[in-house]
T-cell receptor, first 112, second 114 residues
Framework: RKEVEQDPGPFNVPEGATVAFNCTYS??????FFWYRQDCRKEPKLLMS???SGNEDGRFTAQLNRASQYISLLIRDSKLSDSATYLC?????????????FGKGTKLSVIP | EPEVTQTPSHQVTQMGQEVILRCVPI?????FYWYRQILGQKVEFLVS????????KSEIFDDQFSVERPDGSNFTLKIRSTKLEDSAMYFC????????????FGSGTQLSVL
């Protein structure tokens, strides 16, 4: 069974802090992962795709460790607007399966 | 920026009634999905749809559920006889099938079954 596990948090960090989330997965045949952001009672919004070589977008860095089967998201210089739930999503195995599996999410609160 | 649109934003219904949730995916996308999220729980896959047929469905998507693409733009989810446990936020999503299978979600329909 494909599973994606996340620490639910909450992570309470001050503005300007660096915070990291990890997510583990069980399907070793996976090819694609994503980090989505979800605000309270809103739809998930794509934050980043995750590549094994590392993927950086401004203050956000995502990495995939296939050997240990985990995905990470690093947020530098946290802003108040980063407060949300971060969803680890995957894996897409590519074997004709279009189903993505969502983790339960890690809640981040950035405090002034 | 193109977006997935869903209507209605809120739907209240009596147990046993039929509901139809509507979605307009992004126009050049080929893959369509329904997900749901019960309050306080994770987003769960229901069904995927490609080339006018269901590609994959989860165990949640039983005989009470059906999907349809009645024309070139709409994508609907029908629940034939709603149960209390169907109360959830239902998200439609679409994907172009390229760029690593990124999903773009609509803003959801909050379904409340009384």
């Amino acid at each position: 069974r494909k599973e994606v596990e996340q620490d639910p948090g909450p992570f309470n960090v001050p503005e300007g802090a660096t915070v990291a989330f990890n997510c583990t997965y069980s399907n070793s045949a996976s090819q694609s992962f994503f980090w989505y952001r979800q605000d309270c009672r809103k739809e998930p919004k794509l934050l980043m795709s995750v590549y094994s070589s590392g993927n950086e977008d401004g203050r956000f860095t995502a990495q995939l460790n296939r050997a240990s089967q985990y995905i990470s998201l690093l947020i530098r210089d946290s802003k108040l607007s980063d407060s949300a739930t971060y969803l680890c999503v995957g894996p897409y195995s590519g074997a004709g399966s279009y189903q993505l599996t969502f983790g339960k999410g890690t809640k981040l609160s950035v405090i002034p | 920026e193109p977006e997935v649109t869903q209507t209605p934003s809120h739907q209240v219904t009596q147990m046993g009634q039929e509901v139809i949730l509507r979605c307009v995916p992004i126009s050049n996308h080929l893959y369509f999905y329904w997900y749901r999220q019960i309050l306080g729980q994770k987003v769960e896959f229901l069904v995927s749809f490609y080339n006018n047929e269901i590609s994959e469905k989860s165990e949640i998507f039983d005989d009470q559920f059906s999907v349809e693409r009645p024309d070139g733009s709409n994508f609907t989810l029908k629940i034939r006889s709603t149960k209390l446990e169907d109360s959830a936020m239902y998200f439609c999503a679409s994907s172009s099938g390229t760029g690593g299978w990124k999903l773009f979600f609509g803003s959801g329909t909050q379904l409340s079954v009384l």
